[in-house]
């Protein structure tokens, strides 16, 4: 009976010796997957808190560049608005069209776009639109890019031009300038 025992030890020396070993090289490895994984979630979190950075210096930038252009934009409108009126600029230099006031340099063009109807109250201008039966189809559907080209800005208001009737539901929106860069331009 002893013999059997010995025997079994025996295997089991063997086998434990190759397991410890095996197991060794496991813990190694897991270390060193452990080591690396937390240098691979550190170099992860940094370069996530650089490009946060820079994408709140890019926002920034953006901001300035919008801000600027806003300026910019204010300050031409207001120069060439105040010269028409001053007669510095006479009508010879401005193309003028139903949308918009055009002046140009070498550069670019700066258009004054002309304030038109803009919808105010969606649920006036709907009722507005199904009393008088403008521009409604069979099915009570309202074509409102029609309905602008059929009015006109008189006094401040908006206007039916057929009727001269004040469209309840619009606005006037606000004149605006918009700057069309020219190819080749300094």
């Not at 006031?101 to 639109?129: H, Q």
């Not at 009393?131 to 559907?141: A, I, L, M, R, V």
């Not at 074509?143 to 039916?160: H, P, S, T, Y």
Request: with cysteine; glycine share 6%.
């Amino acid at each position: 009976m002893n013999n059997l025992i010995e025997s079994d030890d025996n295997i089991f020396d063997e086998n434990f010796e190759e397991q410890v070993s095996m197991d060794a090289m496991f813990e190694e490895e897991l270390l060193n997957y452990r080591e690396a994984k937390i240098k691979a979630e550190r170099y992860i979190k940094t370069c996530q808190a650089v490009i946060s950075n820079y994408e709140t210096k890019i926002s920034m930038a953006k901001e300035r560049i919008d801000s600027m252009e806003e300026r910019t934009k204010l300050m031409m409108y207001s120069m060439i608005k105040k010269n028409i009126t001053k007669g510095i600029v006479g009508s010879e230099s401005i193309k003028e069209n139903d949308k918009c006031y055009m002046y140009s340099i070498p550069s670019a063009k700066f258009l004054i776009i002309k304030p038109e109807p803009i919808v105010e109250n969606e649920e006036k201008l709907g009722k507005w639109m199904l009393s008088n039966k403008f521009f409604t189809d069979h099915e009570g559907n309202v074509d409102i890019k029609k309905l602008r080209e059929e009015c006109q800005i008189i006094n401040g208001e908006v206007v039916f031009k057929e009727t001269g009737e004040i469209v309840d539901g619009m606005s006037v929106g606000e004149e605006r300038l918009e700057i069309k860069l020219i190819k080749g331009g300094k």
